[in-house]
């Protein structure tokens, strides 16, 4: 029996699976649909942690009366805020959101001196803490939620 008899049988021919390309088809197939799942997941976790809210405080004490400066950058929040001649203790909470995020506190005080201590709390844990103590001393601190 020659080639083309063989051929007009099917005899010869391999099955579709069984050829190269098949498989080949099959792996190019698998690796697309991989790397679409992890990049949809990837976005869709990064779309979640960019929606997080949280809540920060900010907070001096000690004794005398302080300039006291906050500031927030985030998707919410974006600027400073500042209050001359604030007797200590004093706090204030914010709510915050974004992947991108830096919250401070600083307070300088006044001639008359005494104590500072500032502190950032996010989400209950505490990021930073710094004292500072004497006429027109500074105590400053800042973290990020992420």
């Not at 699976?17 to 690796?31: N, P, S």
């Not at 992947?99 to 209950?124: P, R």
Request: hydrophobic content about 40%.
């Amino acid at each position: 029996m020659n080639n083309k008899d063989r051929a007009k049988l099917g005899l010869g021919k391999k099955r579709f699976y069984q050829r190269v390309w098949f498989w080949l088809l099959v792996v190019f197939v698998v690796v697309i649909g991989g790397c679409n799942a992890l990049v949809g997941g990837a976005s869709v976790a990064i779309n979640n942690a960019n929606n997080v809210k949280h809540t920060i405080v900010y907070s001096v004490t000690g004794s005398g009366s302080a300039t006291i400066t906050y500031a927030s950058f985030d998707n919410t929040n974006n600027g400073e805020n500042q209050l001359s001649n604030v007797a200590l203790p004093w706090t204030t909470k914010v709510t915050g959101k974004g992947l991108f995020n830096s919250y401070s506190v600083t307070a300088t005080l006044d001639e008359n001196g005494g104590t500072a201590t500032c502190s950032v709390v996010i989400d209950g844990k505490s990021v930073s803490s710094n004292s500072a103590s004497g006429a027109f001393a500074s105590a400053t601190c800042s973290g990020s939620a992420s």
